[in-house]
């Protein structure tokens, strides 16, 4: 059964810092790994998909990083601002169906960027 | 605007009624998905449905009905049986393919008292 894990599960830091956010799955068999934003009481929002046969993919000060062999991902946040603050979820894409058989979540890295 | 609905924001009901919570979606996407999440917790997969009159249950399914009689609706009923129900409720939607992402509804949170 494929466990996904997300370290830290909380950080505070100071604003502008560049800053890392972990997640690792079990099972490589994987269409897909995709970050999502969480604000509270809120749905997700979608960051950054990696197809299983890329490494990495980029969006303005977001780039995300897949390691499938090891079964790791990476998030990296340049040049934090407070409106960074919420919760990051990471989630695979299950490696069955066409890729359309649903996500297995991580717990979350609940951020907080100190103004 | 196109996007996913759910609606209530907020439901309760009392212990033993059956629910059901409300996922609409104007995006013209094949597969449909119901998580729920709990204070702490990752979502966790209940049911899916890749096309029409079709769906698969998830990882915790017992206690929950679905139905997707339309390409646009997919209606979860949380029944009696569901030991826990009160969580959060997101469904989602995507396009089908392993490049699409899945987009979420802004969430159902459902109190049994």
């Known amino acids: 059964k494929q466990e996904v894990t997300q370290i830290p599960a909380a950080l505070s830091v100071p604003e502008g810092e560049n800053l890392v956010l972990n997640c690792s799955f079990t099972?490589?068999?994987?269409?897909?790994l995709q970050w999502f934003r969480q604000d509270p009481g809120k749905g997700l929002t979608s960051l950054l998909l990696?197809?299983?046969?890329?490494r990495e993919q980029t969006s303005g000060r977001l780039n995300a990083s897949l390691d499938k062999s090891s079964g790791r991902s990476t998030l990296y946040i340049a040049a934090s601002q407070p409106g960074d603050s919420a919760t990051y979820l990471c989630?695979?894409?299950?490696?069955?169906?066409?890729?359309?058989?649903?996500?297995?979540f991580g717990k979350g890295t609940h951020l907080i960027i100190q103004p | 605007d196109g996007g996913i609905t759910q609606s209530p924001k907020y439901l309760f009901r009392k212990e033993g009624q059956n629910v059901t919570l409300s996922c609409e979606q104007n995006?013209?996407?094949?597969?449909m998905y119901w998580y729920r999440q709990d204070p702490g917790q990752g979502l966790r997969l209940i049911y899916y449905?890749?096309?029409?009159?079709?769906?698969q249950k998830g990882d915790i399914a017992e206690g929950y009905s679905v139905s997707r009689e339309k390409k646009e609706s997919f209606p979860l009923t949380v029944t009696s049986a569901q030991k826990n129900p009160t969580a959060f409720y997101l469904c989602?939607?995507?396009?089908?393919?392993?490049?699409?992402?899945?987009?979420f509804g802004p969430g159902t949170r459902l109190t049994v008292l």
């Open positions: 989630a695979v894409e299950r490696g069955s169906g066409g890729g359309a058989d649903g996500l297995t």
């Open positions: 990696i197809q299983s046969s890329q």
């Open positions: 995006l013209n996407h094949d597969a």
């Open positions: 099972d490589s068999a994987i269409y897909n």
């Open positions: 449905s890749q096309i029409v009159n079709d769906f």
């Open positions: 989602a939607s995507k396009r089908g393919g392993n490049t699409d992402t899945q987009y």
